[in-house]
Each structure stands twice: as structure tokens, then as C-alpha cells.
């Protein structure tokens, strides 16, 4: 049974930027998409990207992304500034993602951890095979889900790894404000250096 703890619209501080984060915390597909855009970018920035996009088409809506017309949507997701450094090929990945999440989900992400009453590791390999979600952005996102939203499937904890221990600040999931934002860059930063050794 997927347990929810907190309210389902606790406000998130992912983007740094009210705007922003409200639209990711009442949002699920506005954050799964500023979790796909968060590669090669500064984290803030690609979590910024659902309201870049919310701006540019009056609204943030799961059907109309999914429906949109490749071009213009690739469009809208370069024109500066852009929802990502790799503008176009990633708006073409979040209009992918909106197709699959329409498709096998009804439309709705909440679906991923709800339907048939999935545990931490079945609700894992649903996110793992969403288009653009390796195994670490899927275990990023299970643990945020998890440490943040309430969102509590059986084993969790077990199924995200190491992203989530309790108290650790290894990614987005542990970013509650500027000062945990930082920490989670001194890990990122560690990490980098200790892998060049």
C-alpha cells in the first residue's frame, strides 16, 4: 500500500523561484519534466523549465504538450530563454515524455505509484522506462518523491539506493532551500574530484 504523509501540494524549492516551484509542487508532469531536463544544466535552472514553458503556452497542460506540433514546440522550448542549453532536442524529450505519460498512464503521473498499488521497486521500473529516465533519474525521483511529497511505496528506500538514506544530500530529492541546494553541490563536487583520482 503507497502510503502519502504529507499533503500532496507541500511547496517545493526546487527552482529557487516562487513562480516556479508552485507550479512543480501542484503540478506531477511539470515536475517530471523539470527532473528530465535536470542534466547538463544547473539543477535550478532545469526545474525552472515547466514555467518557461507554462508562460510561452498560457498554461502547462500534459494533453495540448502532447499534442503540440514538433516544430513549435521545439520552438517554444529554445526560444530564449531556453528551457534547457540543449533547447530544441530537449523540448522534443519533454513532448516524448508527455506522449508516453498520455499514452500508458491515462495522462496522469500520479498513475506511476498508484496504479495496481506498485512497491519502491516496481514504482522504480515504471519510472526507468519513461523516454529520457536512466536508473539514477529514476531513483532521483523515487527518492524525491519519497523524501519529499509523501509518496511512500513499499521499499522505497530500498529501491532508490543510496539517494535514499535518510539525511543525505547527494541530490534534487535532499534540496528543501538555498542552503541544502549548496550542500547537494559540495556532494556533486566531491564526488567529481574524487572520481578524477
Known amino acids: 500500500m503507497t502510503r502519502q504523509r504529507q499533503d500532496p501540494a507541500h511547496q517545493l524549492c526546487l527552482a529557487q523561484e516562487p513562480e516556479a516551484d508552485r507550479l512543480l509542487s501542484e503540478d506531477r508532469f511539470a515536475l517530471l519534466t523539470g527532473m528530465l531536463l535536470d542534466q547538463q544544466f544547473p539543477m535550478e535552472h532545469a526545474f525552472r523549465g515547466p514555467q518557461k514553458l507554462a508562460d510561452r503556452m498560457n498554461g502547462f497542460d500534459i494533453r495540448r504538450i502532447a499534442e503540440a506540433d514538433p516544430e513549435e514546440f521545439e520552438e517554444l522550448g529554445a526560444t530564449p530563454p531556453a528551457i534547457h542549453r540543449y533547447g530544441r532536442s530537449m523540448a522534443r524529450r519533454v513532448q516524448e515524455l508527455a506522449r508516453y505519460v498520455v499514452e500508458n498512464y491515462d495522462g496522469k503521473v500520479e498513475n506511476l505509484w498508484t496504479e495496481g498499488d506498485p512497491d519502491g521497486k516496481e514504482v522504480l521500473k515504471r519510472l526507468k522506462a519513461l523516454p529520457g529516465f536512466g536508473d539514477q533519474k529514476a531513483r532521483i525521483f523515487l527518492s524525491l518523491l519519497g523524501k519529499q511529497l509523501g509518496v511512500e511505496p513499499k521499499g522505497w528506500r530500498e529501491a532508490a539506493g543510496a539517494y535514499g538514506e535518510q539525511g543525505s544530500h547527494r541530490s534534487v530529492a535532499d534540496v528543501r532551500d538555498a542552503e541544502s ?17
Open 181 to 197: 541546494l549548496s550542500q547537494v553541490r559540495e556532494f556533486k563536487k566531491k564526488m567529481k574530484a574524487e572520481a578524477k583520482k
